[in-house]
């Protein structure tokens, strides 16, 4: 007997396999040929109930067969797959106690080995009479099979032979006598080509879910297990009970004056990450998308982040003073260069806005504590401490001495997050000063991760890292973290129109004005930053 042919045919002959194969699926009449066939169950054959959930389990295998033999009317069903690795036919079955039970068959001997051999449908009106019945392998459960037919599952794309689908002992129903007839056939090459494609997906998605654990355990092996998050899959009920008891913030504008600000740190005997915000609120103009960094002067801004910070619980939690605070937001604004149009100041306290936002208004609180929130509004304002509004390609296309320093890796990244070190390292603006030595190593860890994150040559993959975590269920909040500062980073389009004009005219012109340099310095011009290419567009 010829073995299976997904392994032993050449190439050529796999690809005119397949050929024949998507032709033959391709000329299934999909409809009714017979006035017999019930259109009821050739809907319900059509439907995707058949297949849904199709896994490699006794319940599912049992479930298939079920449908399928009902759409049939035959006394039983039973599918094999062909494993290549113990070359066997197996499927799943119910034993005399009810317990599941794994069948296996060879594929030399036997009429399902016959058919998976041969690749095409078999229908016989007394198997006793066929020379490839074997009354040894085939019969299942002392079950007297009479009437026989079978249909093998194909992989179409790959030309190759999944397994068999098998039918045995049609239902005498008066007019068929207790025989499969055409009609029957033509249902069990579509229930065949159904739980073909069914079998593809389900080893694809195997094949999907071992690559992301793996990838997940490679990108996140340096997480603290205690440190993450596990996703379930909140009903829509269950979500909106939980919006329904999540308590509103106040909407009440309470203006807050650091100057005359009580200090709650020496109440404070050491910090507590449990989040919890103060009873004093951001004004409830602030809270919005709308707020425009442009309209603020310094004393203002520097007031945003007081109440933001304020509001998050944090001057309590990590026993800040608030003036040290101030002295820390004033030395990150002048750690900004006011020459850059677009990485200046405002990018700063915009990027924290939004973060906040996304903190307080999108829930993401939900799953941070105060130790994530205050890595990520730090992140935040010192992100982009001393861009010189040109980007790392500038930088490394010029040799600059940035670009030497950090060897080419992230340069500005890297830049930024030594400068906030070196802010910190000043006595009057430590605000982690009350931190204990491993509580600072791993402050300091995450805020060079989550400015490191910001790099643009990153962001695939952060993104590959942020979607198999989802995939997974399991989600580290330094990640989440990374995300929220990464998302906040690149909200300019997203905000309203009027806002988001200015940041676009902003970048605009820093682009512009990197391209004069590249100019000037006769290097090649990045794409969208040649001033009199663009404005000869026509968008």
Request: charge should be neutral; hydrophobic fraction near 35%.
């Amino acid at each position: 007997m010829a073995h299976v042919t997904p392994t032993t045919n050449s190439k050529e002959s796999t690809q005119r396999r397949r050929s024949s194969l998507v032709k033959n699926v391709l000329s299934l009449n999909l409809r009714p040929s017979s006035s017999t066939l019930d259109p009821v169950k050739f809907a319900e054959l059509m439907s995707n109930d058949l297949t849904s959930g199709f896994d490699a389990t006794c319940t599912s295998f049992n479930g298939v067969c079920s449908k399928a033999a009902s759409i049939l009317e035959s006394r039983a069903c039973y599918v094999f797959l062909f494993d290549d690795k113990d070359w066997n036919l197996y499927t799943f079955l119910k034993d005399k106690e009810g317990k599941d039970t794994k069948l296996m068959k060879p594929i030399d001997r036997g009429i399902t080995g016959f058919v998976l051999s041969e690749g095409k449908g078999l229908k016989l009106d007394d198997v006793q009479s066929a020379t490839q019945w074997c009354d040894g392998i085939d019969e299942i459960d002392q079950c007297s099979t009479m009437t026989y037919l079978a249909s093998p599952l194909w992989n179409i794309m790959a030309g190759t032979c999944l397994g068999v689908i098998e039918f045995r002992n049609k239902h005498n129903n008066g007019r068929n006598k207790g025989k499969f007839d055409t009609a029957d056939e033509q249902m069990a090459q579509i229930i065949a080509f159904h739980i073909g494609r069914a079998v593809v997906h389900q080893r694809q998605q195997e094949l999907l879910d071992g690559r992301n654990k793996a990838i997940h355990t490679a990108y996140e092996k340096g997480c603290d297990r205690n440190d993450s998050i596990h996703i379930d899959n909140d009903t829509e009920n269950e979500r909106r009970k939980r919006e329904k008891d999540r308590p509103s913030l106040s909407s009440k504008s309470l203006s807050l004056r650091y100057a005359m600000r009580r200090q709650r740190s020496a109440m404070t005997s050491g910090p507590s990450w449990k989040c919890n915000p103060s009873s004093k609120h951001v004004s409830f103009a602030d809270r919005d998308w709308s707020y425009d960094v442009f309209l603020h002067n310094e004393e203002q801004l520097v007031m945003h982040a007081v109440d933001i910070f304020d509001e998050r619980g944090l001057f309590t939690n990590f026993s800040i003073p608030v003036t040290t605070f101030v002295n820390f937001v004033k030395e990150i604004k002048a750690g900004y260069n006011s020459s850059a149009p677009y990485h200046n100041h405002h990018h700063a306290f915009d990027v924290m806005h939004v973060c906040y936002l996304l903190i307080a208004r999108c829930k993401a609180d939900e799953y941070l504590d105060s130790f994530n929130i205050m890595s990520v509004l730090v992140g935040a304002l010192a992100h982009d401490l001393g861009h010189d509004g040109f980007n790392n390609s500038f930088h490394c296309t010029t040799n600059s001495e940035l670009a030497v320093v950090y060897n080419g890796i992230s340069v500005l990244e890297n830049f930024s997050a030594a400068y906030l070190f070196r802010i910190l390292r000043k006595d009057k603006c430590n605000i982690f000063a009350r931190l204990s030595d491993s509580d600072m190593a791993k402050m300091r860890s995450r805020l060079i991760d989550l400015i490191l994150d910001t790099d643009a040559k990153n962001h695939f993959m952060l993104m590959t890292r942020f979607k198999h975590s989802i995939e997974m269920k399991e989600l580290s909040r330094g990640l989440l973290s990374s995300m929220l500062l990464h998302v906040s980073d690149v909200s300019n389009p997203t905000r309203p129109g009027v806002i988001a004009r200015k940041w676009a005219f902003a970048v605009q012109e820093e682009f512009f004005r990197q391209g004069d340099k590249e100019k000037e310095l006769q290097v090649s011009t990045s794409p969208f930053m040649d001033r009199d290419l663009e404005a000869s567009r026509i968008y």
